[in-house]
């Protein structure tokens, strides 16, 4: 004859409230990356053709330098 016993899963809830709370936080600053008006920019310009960029005398692979030319030196 066989027995069987069932254990019920063992939940931390806690857990739970934590994981919710770091995925609330990465969501807000992914957000605010997205709205600034920089990344906007970066988007604008890559969406260009590379004929676009050259009336304007950027490369792509400066289109970020342009942007942030003013706060990072590189």
């Given amino acids: 004859m066989a027995h069987t016993t069932s254990h ?3 939940s931390f809830p806690v857990l739970g409230y934590v994981s ?6 990465g969501t807000g600053l992914v957000r605010m990356g997205e ?3 920089r990344f906007r920019q970066i988007e604008a310009l ?4 590379d004929a676009q ?3 304007r005398g950027i490369k792509r692979e400066d289109i970020v330098r342009v942007v942030y030319g003013d706060v990072f030196w590189v």
């Fill in 8 to 10: 019920p899963a063992v």
């Fill in 35 to 37: 709205n600034n008006s």
């Fill in 46 to 49: 890559q969406a260009m053709s």
């Fill in 53 to 55: 960029l050259a009336e």
């Fill in 20 to 25: 919710r709370f770091f995925t609330a936080i």
